[in-house]
């Protein structure tokens, strides 16, 4: 389902018990849509140009930190927004995310109500800028 001029978010990640969790808790107010495969994260991307990107680091393949370089370099992405939600907990991993480009970098298990109020603070401050910005 998708909501008329709802935000949309794409979530990144190979759990599929994490996708189900985060498409149930967002998907009342936010458009949602996923993948669990780094290059399919690339082309939907693209293709869709999400407001947020939810992405786990530790994915078949490639994995989150290559995801988000790839992103950060293209500059049809490189504007989006990135989260990594993550069960890789190690300061050098969020230094790493960080430094890559990320706005967010959250670890699992995470706390449902915590994220969601993140989630929105965020979608809101993307929201402010778009309406401060327009002609």
Do not use: W
């Not at 009342?28 to 869709?48: N, R, W």
């Not at 890789?88 to 959250?106: C, H, Q, S, T, W």
Request: aromatic share 4%; proline share 5%; glycine share 6%.
């Amino acid at each position: 389902m998708t909501i008329k001029n709802a935000n949309k978010i794409l979530i990144v990640d190979d759990d599929t018990v994490i996708m189900d969790f985060m498409t149930e808790l967002l998907q009342d107010e936010i458009s949602v849509s996923y993948t669990s495969e780094g290059a399919k994260a690339l082309e939907l991307g693209k293709l869709h140009k999400p407001d947020l990107i939810l992405l786990d680091v530790m994915m078949p393949g490639m994995d989150g930190f290559e995801v988000c370089a790839l992103l950060k370099a293209d500059p049809e992405t490189q504007h989006i927004p990135v989260v990594f939600l993550t069960g890789k907990a190690d300061e050098k991993d969020i230094a790493r995310g960080l430094e890559l480009g990320a706005i967010d970098y959250i670890t699992k298990p995470f706390d449902p109500e915590l994220i969601t109020i993140k989630i929105n603070n965020i979608l809101k401050q993307i929201t402010a800028t778009r309406a401060a910005t327009k002609p």
